[in-house]
């Protein structure tokens, strides 16, 4: 049984609001404090992770681009995390976008 509910969230929820730590070091998100790491400063430690459009990931000119750059940061840094990312469209526009994607899913080794 898992020990956190299911939740769908933005890219800008899960790189924004949910995955900011409070001055307590714990996460501000009721939901992300489920299963958390105490210490460890990234709310996606132990966590599975199910990420449709995938590529959305490796943007940089977008209006979120803040939101993304948080995301792509705790998704690679994670421990325990589990990553599946689902996308049609694995390079955007630069052959190095597929790389990149591959990196932040298989995260640090």
């Given at each position: 049984?898992?020990?956190a509910?299911?939740?769908?969230?933005?890219?800008?929820?899960?790189?924004?609001?949910?995955?900011?730590i409070?001055?307590?070091?714990k996460?501000?998100s009721s939901?992300?404090?489920?299963g958390?790491?105490?210490g460890?400063?990234?709310?996606?430690?132990?966590?599975?992770?199910?990420?449709?459009e995938?590529?959305?990931?490796?943007?940089?000119?977008?209006?979120?681009a803040?939101?993304?750059?948080?995301?792509?940061?705790l998704?690679?840094?994670?421990?325990s995390?589990?990553?599946?990312?689902?996308?049609?469209?694995?390079?955007?526009?630069?052959p190095?976008?597929?790389?990149?994607?591959?990196?932040?899913?298989?995260?640090?080794?």
């Amino acid at each position: 049984m898992p020990a956190a509910p299911l939740r769908a969230l933005g890219y800008t929820s899960a790189g924004g609001s949910f995955a900011k730590i409070g001055g307590d070091n714990k996460p501000m998100s009721s939901l992300m404090k489920i299963g958390y790491a105490t210490g460890t400063g990234n709310v996606y430690c132990n966590k599975i992770v199910l990420m449709d459009e995938a590529h959305n990931l490796v943007r940089s000119q977008t209006q979120y681009a803040e939101q993304l750059q948080r995301l792509r940061r705790l998704l690679y840094e994670a421990r325990s995390l589990v990553l599946a990312g689902f996308t049609g469209t694995p390079i955007l526009s630069e052959p190095s976008e597929g790389r990149q994607l591959l990196d932040i899913i298989k995260g640090v080794m």
